[in-house]
């Protein structure tokens, strides 16, 4: 930091030496440093420019050093930043103690970087992006109210965010207006933020999760519970992100949620999974906040001796860590223990105890949503006429009332409602109190409002209620009826479950839909799926264990079981009742290895701990004939197909970009953010449109990205697909129709084969590229597009320009940066894992198991020289997985030509010309062909090959050999 308040006195000092300001010396400082800023900002981009395309040592003025220095000292400064913020996240026992105050240090040192953000380049800003998500999960999660320069500073960081897709803005937004009112939101804000998240289409993985947890966390606060568990279970089904303490804050409110909905077992899953990981970790300022919560529901559950000993456990860690909002939730716990064992007043005791601690400038620290401890505190006071202090009724209404969750408005209603001594105020308030009801999904409490209302209504105002009712607890059972009639009635609703997401499969299943079917429906908290033998326990999936806890538990608890399955040679599936509380199935998968369905339910209420034999059998039998039909799809992580209205699953092989693209993207990066025409080189088969891909989402990703390979264009047609055309303007316009430069207005336009526009076709694209205006053939209107220009090519252009098939000037104007990427024999430290990618993406697409390429195998792909690149190393790898075998492209490759396959083709080649009878061009072609084929002897590449001869691309040539039936004998496929 020390170093960014040097810049400051330089940009000073320098500005006083600058002639073109330096007459109002009166000025103030921050106002000249801004104007200075401005400067900076217009000078870096050509700066950068220079330096890029210059890697020689060169001369710079003092102004371009101090830019220079600006953005080396901003790497090292964010680099610093990272790591105290990784001892943050990692801070154990005492958070209070160790992070705070390395948090307030960030917050200081990013406040810093207000003064040069202007001149941050793409890549910085995301790093500082990342950062803020981060800083702000552990604000939330903590309740930490100490914040006020790290809220200027991500304000600031949002009016300089232009280049940043709009989405990442958005969720920054977001947590900006979650943490700026953490007491009372608005209702209107959540309900217009909930609406644009519902507009946004997820490109990436991680993009739609931070999209699900923060549509999550808006309908917790809402208090649609119902809303948040659907959320959730589409959130489980994605690769966790890297955001550890809002993930944790998220599934700590979908814990409260599912609590509030009586799901206690969905509850208490995922209160275990963090509740255990912490305690693995050290992390005692976590730990007591899940021990909080579990204390809660077991109470729920009225099991007081597990509850006693949560707020025991918990008030040994609160003492050992300052902690204000976990210490207020522990005394309520307490006080509800002693509420439900009938003890008014000791209950009263210690919440009047924590009325004084928790209620501070009239605000409680530690909001109160669970509805049965807001039932307490109106038992206590109204009806058994004690005093609870600060936590009377009026406080608590107005506080709720103040709220924008429809579980605590609905419930302040009812409060209301029951306090009111007229029937017409009775009546409005239950109105008012059903209606927020209606909308958490709480069965319970619409049960409970509704019947309430019931009683004060007409018998015709009395219809549209009940309906509301019926609905609820229609959904609620909505397999009841027919599962009583079902042979197996307790697995029935898992049956149709598991059926419907085998029907919903594509070409892969996910093992994580499958998982979470069986939580749900079999009634477990915690579940896994394992593959074990002699040697190894490997983890398939899991819900609700952690990594942690699984690198821990390594299967002892059933190990003698699994062993007992393993030796006894059966292929016949098993289900075994390890214990009162966990049960497991193991399916044989071969001699040497079965598969383990682990199972778990703490509160011993879970359907697969009362299996009849019968049904314990039969559904054994499905799952194991289930499990056999996928487990060629097996996939972890993926996206369900039931889930693509959400996310588009990519059909398409993702490019990887390895160590020795690090360099290449590091430049890119740098220059991605301004608007400067790039020119991308290397041979065919690198992959320059996907790098084209990702300059654009690294810059306009919000728009269009239009590709347009010119060489497939026909010379006649040339003017129309880049310009468009008015409707008339030639024979078959029949409308009007927009050119790409049209189209890729705002956006990226990315012209692939730049090299092979005809010569006559290129003045009329540099006159485009000009000024990036141009008409619409037949029209008169010149029409305006702001496009990033990407170009790419396999040829030497500036070559090309020397022989004069391309202009000069044409060239200046698209090769402003010229990036050239290696060939795929020049990224040896990328090989492995790109192999390991690309191989594995053939084998989710033709449903082959995912396994590895043996050493003999690899080994040739690891020396060959790969003249087609990734390309052909696609084609290689796509064969390898259908037919096992590994068969390379090799040049000089000698091919005889099966001339009867061709019909009307003479074994011997004659002239065309012999004789009078004339052929037409078609036929002159197919002989052509032919006969330099035989001439050659079948020899298609290199010198004196088919290909040199014919002048033709290879593409164009085997075109051309299946379009006349010529086949080759011996074909290696191209």
């Keep these: ?405 429809c579980v605590t408005r609905g419930i302040a209603y009812y409060w209301l409602a029951l306090l009111a001594k007229e029937e017409k105020e009775k009546k409005n308030n239950l109105e008012k109190a059903f209606e927020q009801i209606c909308q958490t999904g709480c069965i319970r409490l619409i049960e409970q409002i509704g019947f309430a209302l019931l009683s004060c209504l007409s018998d015709n105002e009395k219809i549209p209620v009940r309906e509301k009712i019926e609905y609820w607890q229609l959904k609620k059972n909505s397999y009841a009826s027919s599962a009583d009639n079902a042979p197996f009635y307790s697995t029935y609703n898992c049956l149709n479950m598991l059926l419907a997401s085998k029907n919903n499969a594509q070409n892969y299943f996910n093992i994580q839909h499958f998982l979470l079917i069986l939580q749900k429906e079999l009634g477990a908290q915690r579940v896994a799926f394992f593959e074990v033998d002699e040697q190894k326990e490997l983890c398939l999936g899991t819900i609700n264990i952690s990594s942690i806890e699984i690198e821990k538990f390594s299967l002892s608890v059933i190990k003698n079981k699994v062993m007992e399955y393993l030796t006894s040679k059966t292929s016949s599936p098993e289900y075994y009742l390890v214990s009162d509380c966990i049960g497991i199935f193991c399916f044989s998968k071969n001699k040497c290895s079965t598969y383990v369905l682990y199972l778990e339910n703490d509160l011993k209420d879970g359907i697969f701990l009362s299996f009849n034999d019968i049904e314990k059998k039969a559904f054994s039998w499905f799952l194991y004939c289930y499990i056999r039909s996928n487990v060629s799809r097996f996939q972890q992580n993926s996206i369900a197909s039931s889930y693509h209205s959400v996310f588009k699953y990519k059909t398409e092989l993702e490019p990887f970009w390895g160590d020795d693209m690090v360099l290449v993207l590091e430049r890119v990066r740098n220059i991605a953010y301004t608007d400067i025409s790039i020119l991308i080189t290397g041979e065919t088969g690198v992959g320059k449109e996907q790098l084209a891909v990702y300059i654009h989402k690294n810059s306009r990703a919000d728009m269009p990205f239009i590709c347009v390979h010119l060489a497939s264009i026909p010379l006649e047609l040339f003017e129309s697909e880049l310009f468009g055309h008015e409707k008339g303007s030639f024979t078959g316009a029949l409308q009007q129709k927009k050119g790409v430069f049209e189209l890729a207005h705002n956006g990226t336009l990315f012209l692939d084969e730049i090299a092979d526009v005809p010569m006559q076709m290129q003045i009329k694209l540099l006159r485009v590229l000009q000024n990036k205006k141009f008409n619409r053939v037949g029209g008169n209107e010149p029409i305006f597009s702001d496009f990033r220009l990407i170009v790419a090519t396999n040829k030497d252009l500036w070559k090309e320009v020397t022989r004069g098939n391309f202009r000069e000037d044409l060239y200046y104007r698209i090769s402003m940066v010229t990036i050239l990427i290696p060939p795929l024999r020049e990224r040896k430290k990328d090989f492995p894992l790109l192999v390991q990618h690309i191989h594995s993406w053939y084998c989710t697409k033709y449903n082959k198991e995912i396994g590895r390429i043996n050493k003999t195998d690899y080994q040739k792909l690891y020396e060959y020289d790969w003249k087609g690149n990734i390309r052909e190393l696609c084609s290689v790898l796509e064969k390898y997985v259908v037919l096992g075998e590994i068969e390379f492209h090799k040049e000089g490759t000698e091919r005889d030509i099966d001339c009867d396959a061709a019909p009307g083709l003479p074994k011997k080649s004659v002239s065309p010309f012999a004789g009078d009878k004339l052929v037409s061009l078609e036929e002159l072609e197919k002989q052509y062909i032919a006969h330099v084929l035989e001439k050659t002897n079948g020899k298609i590449y290199g010198n004196g090959g088919a290909l040199e001869i014919l002048k033709m691309k290879k593409s164009t040539f085997y075109n051309r050999l299946e379009q006349y039936g010529i086949r080759l004998k011996n074909t290696a496929v191209q």
């Design 1 to 405: 930091m020390a170093e960014l308040k040097k810049i400051n006195e330089s940009i000073v000092e320098l500005f006083k030496n600058c002639s073109e300001f330096s007459r109002n010396e009166t000025r103030d400082a921050e106002v000249l440093i801004e104007k200075y800023m401005e400067l900076i900002n217009a000078r870096t981009p050509e700066l950068f420019l220079k330096q890029f395309n210059s890697p020689v040592q060169r001369e710079y003025s003092e102004f371009d050093v101090l830019i220079l220095s600006i953005h080396e000292i901003m790497a090292k400064e964010l680099e610093e930043i990272e790591k105290l913020l990784v001892r943050v996240e990692n801070a154990v026992s005492s958070f209070q103690d160790i992070g705070y105050s390395l948090l307030q240090e960030i917050m200081e040192r990013l406040y810093a970087f207000g003064i040069v953000l202007s001149v941050c380049n793409i890549g910085e800003k995301l790093k500082i992006l990342d950062m803020l998500y981060r800083i702000f999960g552990i604000i939330l999660y903590f309740r930490i109210t100490q914040h006020a320069c790290l809220i200027r500073f991500a304000k600031i960081l949002l009016s300089h965010c232009g280049q940043i897709r709009k989405s990442y803005i958005l969720f920054l937004e977001i947590l900006l207006h979650l943490i700026e009112n953490f007491d009372f939101r608005n209702i209107a804000a959540v309900d217009s933020y909930l609406l644009k998240l519902n507009g946004i289409e997820a490109e990436t993985q991680e993009e739609l999760s931070f999209l699900l947890l923060l549509k999550g966390l808006l309908n917790y606060y809402r208090g649609k519970m119902n809303i948040l568990i659907d959320i959730y279970e589409q959130y489980v089904l994605l690769s966790p992100h890297s955001y550890v303490y809002l993930n944790e804050y998220f599934c700590l409110k979908v814990s409260l949620g599912a609590m509030t909905l009586s799901d206690f077992s969905f509850s208490y899953g995922i209160i275990q999974s963090f509740r255990i990981a912490a305690k693995y970790k050290e992390r005692n300022h976590v730990a007591i906040r899940w021990l909080s919560h579990l204390a809660f529901l077991v109470l729920h559950k009225r099991n007081f001796v597990i509850a006693r000993q949560c707020i025991q456990e918990t008030e040994k860690l609160v003492k050992n860590v300052f902690a204000n909002v976990p210490a207020s939730f522990i005394r309520r716990a307490k006080a509800y223990y002693w509420y439900l064992q009938e003890d008014y007043k000791k209950a009263v005791q210690i919440l009047n105890e924590d009325s004084e601690r928790s209620f501070v400038d009239g605000k409680f620290i530690a909001p109160m949503t669970d509805p049965r401890v807001m039932e307490m505190m109106y038992d206590l006071q109204i009806a058994k006429g004690f005093d609870l202090g600060n936590y009377n009724v009026k406080n608590l209404i107005d506080y709720y009332l103040a709220d924008i969750s």
